[in-house]
């Protein structure tokens, strides 16, 4: 028999592993094609998620625009005056009206500008103290600096809360804690696409936006620092004094860095006491004696030796990428012993990122702050945020000058964690390129530094440690007050389904309050009679005399209606 050849492969293999092959090349090809399928549609998408940023952005300065435009029209302008007239409790337009430059303003990533001065250490050998009370030397001889040089370092102690309240004792207990924050998932996008060119509180929104306080106590959280104006008080020099003021009024900004939520808007007539007389030496009140435009009149007196009042609107618009929030109002400041009386605004806050990315706050433009009595003067700048700059994020420097113009002090920090002051003793022009002003100072003293935030901050809102106490329930308030606001109180204690549906109750209830004041108002016209109006319940209406500004002022009897626990005067809001 003839040999054959033996092959180790089955019949069919061949076969078997071509198909194989082929197979996979087949499978290749596939997924190369669904590969190319996707990042097309992927491409697709972000172009899409552009040209809807873009439009956005284009339909907020359309309506923007014909917000303006029907402003302008003299049909409605008449009409506009004859309601004005009317009316005589509305709020004059001059302050609660955002001015048309706020309505363009956009808000780019800043390049770095150039400071427009230099500040330069001064060699403390050639700087010994003299006879004048202000003339100062180096650091480290405690007789240096100025004569307040005791105020100065004891504002270097902010860090310990005890030591800046040597003339009162805690008398309570308060609370360190709230419920955590819930997780509640959120279309973001269904409930924004309606809010294009708004005005913010004109919009029914979800808790899931909120903090759990209202604006009424945000407002009153400004005074965190009022250990600031207690050591002013002890200043005789206004400079001096001008120094504390300012830090005080970047203080106030501290807590903003993380709080991207949205306070309540307070109902009209809503109320807030804060009485810390025998702890903290001070009492506040507020109340919302406006609603729109939204306005709110707070009244802080303290036996330390100052007083403090404002009203402050806020006029706020959605931007497509960006919110802005531009306070508006005057903030008054008087000493009682010198009669120093000092006036300040806000600075513009911007929130960003509001569509797509992590919410992100920031605070930029100028404050000046005037004392009326010596006419001192503070000019602060807040630095907007840039990618480009080497300086520290959150910048805020400032030069605090005398009425002759005069350059005392310089003041630099942050805004959401320190401010020091420097005493000038020398100051130049530089010649090098643009001219600047060159300032010697000596070694500067911390007069603020920011209270780290309690354990667990991150799911209590961000809150500080004066934050978590102002919705604490307390006995003997106003009916009023909003510590008893149900929805407020419902979302603290992380019941935000119900809080919704008591918050469009309320809501409601206060439209049809305005329904019947409208109706009125258009009775009383059609009789040719005034109508007032709403009135304020513990503020009434003045022209500011510094100012020329119609503004809310304290007229008292709310502490002392509190005493009595005679509270028919206050409106059923809740």
Not at 180 to 193: C, E, G, H, T, V
Not at 432 to 451: D, F, H, N, R
Not at 472 to 482: G, H, I, L, W
Request: aromatic share 8%.
């Amino acid at each position: 028999m003839a040999r054959g050849t033996f092959s180790a492969e089955p019949p069919g293999a061949a076969s078997t592993d071509t198909f194989n092959v082929q197979a996979c090349r087949d499978f290749l090809e596939l997924a190369e094609s669904h590969s190319r399928k996707w990042q097309r549609a992927l491409q697709y998408e972000r172009e899409q998620r552009i040209r809807l940023e873009e439009t956005i952005e284009q339909l907020a300065k359309q309506h923007n625009s014909l917000e303006r435009a029907c402003r302008g029209a003299p049909g409605l302008s008449s009409s506009a005056t004859a309601v004005s007239s009317t009316s005589k409790g509305s709020l004059q337009p001059a302050k609660g009206e955002a001015s048309d430059e706020d309505e363009e303003t956009e808000y780019f990533d800043a390049m770095e500008d150039a400071p427009a001065f230099i500040t330069v250490t001064a060699d403390p050998k050639h700087h010994r103290r003299s006879g004048s009370n202000l003339s100062g030397a180096s650091e480290g001889h405690p007789e240096d600096w100025n004569l307040e040089d005791n105020v100065f370092e004891s504002a270097n102690q902010t860090g310990d809360k005890e030591s800046m309240c040597k003339d009162v004792l805690p008398k309570k207990r308060r609370r360190t804690r709230i419920p955590d924050k819930p997780n509640y998932s959120l279309n973001l996008w269904s409930i924004m696409k309606n809010c294009i060119g708004k005005e913010l509180s004109k919009i029914p929104m979800p808790v899931n936006f909120n903090e759990p306080l209202s604006m009424l106590q945000r407002l009153t959280e400004d005074l965190e620092y009022h250990e600031l104006l207690d050591k002013a008080v002890k200043c005789e020099s206004s400079t001096e004094q001008m120094c504390f003021v300012a830090a005080f009024s970047v203080s106030s900004y501290s807590t903003t860095v993380h709080r991207t939520a949205k306070p309540f808007n307070p109902l009209l007539g809503e109320t807030y006491e804060l009485d810390r007389l025998d702890e903290l030496g001070f009492r506040s009140l507020c109340e919302q004696v406006s609603h729109h435009p939204p306005a709110a009149a707070h009244h802080v007196y303290s036996k330390q030796g100052w007083t403090l009042w404002q009203e402050i609107t806020i006029a706020s618009k959605f931007r497509g990428k960006y919110l802005s929030i531009m306070p508006l109002g005057a903030i008054h400041l008087e000493f009682h012993s010198s009669g120093n009386h000092y006036i300040w605004r806000k600075v513009t806050s911007t929130v960003h990122n509001i569509i797509v990315g992590k919410l992100w706050i920031d605070q930029s433009g100028d404050i000046e702050i005037v004392n009326h009595k010596s006419k001192d003067k503070c000019q602060l700048k807040f630095t907007p945020y840039s990618y480009f700059s080497r300086d520290v994020p959150r910048k805020v420097t400032g030069v605090v000058t005398d009425a002759d113009g005069k350059a005392h002090y310089v003041m630099s920090g942050t805004w959401d964690e320190n401010m020091e002051c420097s005493k000038i003793v020398q100051s130049s022009t530089s010649s090098e390129g643009k001219q600047k002003t060159v300032y010697q100072t000596l070694a500067p003293k911390v007069l603020w530094k920011k209270y780290p935030l309690p354990e667990n901050a991150e799911n209590m809102y961000f809150f500080s440690d004066l934050a978590l106490t102002l919705n604490e329930p307390e006995e003997r308030v106003a009916p009023t007050d909003s510590r008893l606001r149900p929805d407020q109180r419902l979302m603290e204690n992380g019941k935000w389904d119900e809080a919704n549906v008591e918050k469009q109750r309320l809501e409601e209830k206060q439209r049809a309050v305005r329904r019947r004041r409208e109706a009125e108002a258009v009775e009383a016209l059609e009789e040719g009679k005034d109508y007032e109006g709403y009135i304020p319940l513990w503020f009434e209406r003045k022209v500011d005399p510094l100012t020329g500004e119609l503004i809310c002022v304290y007229k008292g009897g709310y502490w002392e209606a509190k005493e009595k626990q005679d509270w028919d005067l206050c409106p059923d809001i809740f």
